[in-house]
């Protein structure tokens, strides 16, 4: 791990071993007598570390004297990749790789939609690393529904083409390609199916008026988790983005609260 200028927004490329290029951005501040959990953000599917919540999280790690590391998976942002070639596997692998060669130490990890599967997995790789986890209307096995709600035009078009589009719930004029390898890796990373050993404090952030995570999907988490520790917190009236002010200052307080009872406790 190189050795930047703390509290300085370190910007990066991270070489993976197969020629790929994951782009990063870190905050670090330096050693101090009683260090803070690094916070590593995952974002979301077709999202990237420049959306909201995640510029959000850099200012308060900015302010509130914490690491913070944010990163685009394959096919993302300015990362390397075409997205249709992307899958939960491989995203998986590039947040397990930015968090052994881009952080020490103890770890929060804050999951949004398709990142909360992915930090989820990467939790239960990282048990002596990842200290609790943040989902923002986490979607595990998100792919199963997918999959499900294609129409025989659709399955028609997944067959001869191995690529899809289906229409984006969060843009109603818009749609997003879907590929065969997406669905088919999906497959092999559920996690709702058997209980999920992560035994770290565990917070979920959930609007009920989410269009693309039902928030029944949370409760389901809650079940199959190990954690005793684990809180949910439903917003009435939130949609799935939780990018109002006051979903933000829901998750700095969220995150607040974790940190200092997790450096409290060494």
Same mark, same amino acid.
């Given at each position: 791990?190189?050795?930047?200028?703390p509290g300085?927004?370190d910007?990066?490329?991270?070489a993976r071993?197969?020629?790929?290029?994951?782009?990063?951005?870190?905050?670090l501040?330096?050693?101090?007598?009683?260090p803070?959990?690094?916070? $590593?953000? !995952?974002?979301?599917l077709?999202?990237?570390m #420049?959306?909201?919540k +995640?510029?959000?999280l850099? %200012?308060h =790690?900015e302010?509130?004297?914490f690491?913070?590391l944010?990163?685009?998976?394959?096919?993302?942002?300015?990362?390397?990749?075409?997205f249709?070639?992307?899958c939960?596997?491989?995203?998986?692998?590039?947040?397990?790789?930015?968090i052994?060669?881009?952080?020490e130490g103890?770890?929060?990890?804050?999951?949004?939609?398709?990142?909360?599967? $992915?930090? !989820?997995l990467?939790a239960?790789?990282?048990p #002596?690393?990842?200290? +609790?986890?943040?989902g923002? %209307?986490? =979607?595990?096995?998100?792919?199963?529904?997918?999959?499900a709600?294609?129409t025989?035009?659709q399955?028609a078009?997944l067959?001869?083409?191995?690529?899809v589009?289906?229409?984006?719930t969060e843009?109603?004029?818009?749609?997003?390609?879907?590929?065969?390898?997406?669905?088919?890796?999906g497959r092999a990373?559920?996690?709702?199916q058997?209980?999920i050993?992560f035994?770290g404090p565990?917070?979920?952030l959930?609007g009920?008026?989410?269009?693309?995570v039902?928030?029944?999907?949370?409760?389901?988490?809650?079940?199959?988790l190990?954690?005793?520790?684990?809180?949910?917190?439903?917003?009435?009236d939130?949609?799935?983005?939780?990018s109002?002010?006051q979903?933000l200052?829901?998750?700095?307080r969220t995150?607040?609260?974790?940190?200092?009872?997790?450096?409290?406790?060494?």
């Amino acid at each position: 791990m190189s050795d930047p200028t703390p509290g300085r927004d370190d910007c990066g490329i991270l070489a993976r071993a197969d020629g790929a290029s994951m782009a990063y951005r870190r905050i670090l501040h330096g050693d101090s007598e009683s260090p803070k959990p690094t916070v $590593v953000f !995952l974002h979301g599917l077709l999202s990237d570390m #420049e959306g909201g919540k +995640a510029n959000h999280l850099a %200012a308060h =790690a900015e302010s509130a004297g914490f690491d913070f590391l944010r990163f685009d998976m394959f096919g993302h942002g300015r990362s390397s990749g075409d997205f249709t070639d992307g899958c939960i596997g491989r995203w998986r692998d590039d947040a397990l790789a930015a968090i052994d060669d881009l952080t020490e130490g103890p770890l929060i990890l804050v999951g949004s939609s398709m990142g909360g599967w $992915v930090g !989820l997995l990467a939790a239960v790789a990282r048990p #002596e690393r990842v200290r +609790a986890f943040v989902g923002i %209307a986490p =979607a595990p096995d998100f792919t199963v529904a997918m999959e499900a709600a294609l129409t025989p035009d659709q399955r028609a078009a997944l067959a001869r083409d191995e690529i899809v589009r289906i229409a984006d719930t969060e843009e109603p004029c818009g749609t997003y390609p879907v590929s065969r390898i997406l669905l088919d890796d999906g497959r092999a990373n559920l996690l709702l199916q058997a209980p999920i050993p992560f035994s770290g404090p565990v917070r979920i952030l959930q609007g009920m008026q989410d269009a693309s995570v039902d928030w029944h999907t949370a409760l389901a988490i809650a079940d199959r988790l190990a954690a005793a520790d684990t809180q949910i917190t439903l917003i009435k009236d939130g949609d799935h983005r939780l990018s109002r002010p006051q979903d933000l200052a829901l998750l700095t307080r969220t995150l607040d609260t974790l940190i200092a009872t997790l450096t409290a406790e060494g």
